[in-house]
Nanobody, 123 residues
Framework: QVRLVESGGGSEQAGGSLRLSCDAS?????????IAWFRQAPGKEREGVAG??????SYADSVKGRFTISQNNANNTMYLQMNSLKPEDTGIYYC?????????????????WGQGTQVTVSS
């Protein structure tokens, strides 16, 4: 059974940094076609933040230059390094993995999801 577990969320002031981790069990990341991080802000729909497909990273315009997605196949973990945080980055962050994706930030393409971790950025 595939299971994804996020960690690393918390509270941070604007301008600070956080690193989210997503540990996978039941499969290995390199067997997946794509992996990604999504977030859902209060009162808003869930949106794609950063994704990896075929070794190529994609980012939402709102996080380009500030966030970096990466994966470590040795320990079956993926990461989201978040720098220069802004209050609008506040939300629940979810990791996801898909067997095949036409687009790294398209939610419908993902088969497996974590339970989410809260990130709160204060001004």
């Amino acid at each position: 059974q595939v299971r994804l577990v996020e960690s690393g969320g918390g509270s941070e002031q604007a301008g600070g940094s956080l690193r989210l981790s997503c540990d996978a069990s039941g499969y290995i990341y390199k067997s997946m076609g794509c992996i990604a991080w999504f977030r859902q802000a209060p009162g808003k729909e869930r949106e794609g933040v950063a994704g990896l497909r075929g070794g190529v990273a994609s980012y939402a315009d709102s996080v380009k230059g500030r966030f970096t997605i990466s994966q470590n196949n040795a320990n079956n973990t993926m990461y989201l390094q978040m720098n220069s945080l802004k209050p609008e980055d506040t939300g629940i962050y979810y990791c996801a993995a898909g067997l095949w994706c036409s687009s790294a930030l398209r939610q419908a393409a993902y088969n497996y999801w974590g339970q989410g971790t809260q990130v709160t950025v204060s001004s």
